[in-house]
């Protein structure tokens, strides 16, 4: 191998090879666990706080839920704030 030849290998070597395991792969969505947030909640006379974790999805549900809920009893039991109870 003459001189020239080895100085043409290593100005080959010294450029980076990127290949496909280099590179950062977008990670899917759907593998990613919902954040979670605690909050404390207090049981109906109790003192004692109780720690509850649910994704910003369940606690949405939840607040919903309550809101029709609170809606059907409303409407059930006749009274209404327009009418003052009457």
Known sequence: MSA????DTFAVADEPVVTSAAQPQPVAKATEAPKKVCTRE???????????CKTQEQRDRDTQATK??????????GWSAQ????
């Open 83 to 86: 009418s003052g109870g009457n």
């Open 4 to 7: 020239a030849d080895r100085s």
């Open 42 to 52: 207090y049981a109906m006379g109790s003192n004692i706080p109780k720690r509850v």
């Open 68 to 77: 029709q809920y609170a809606d059907e009893i409303q409407r059930n039991s």
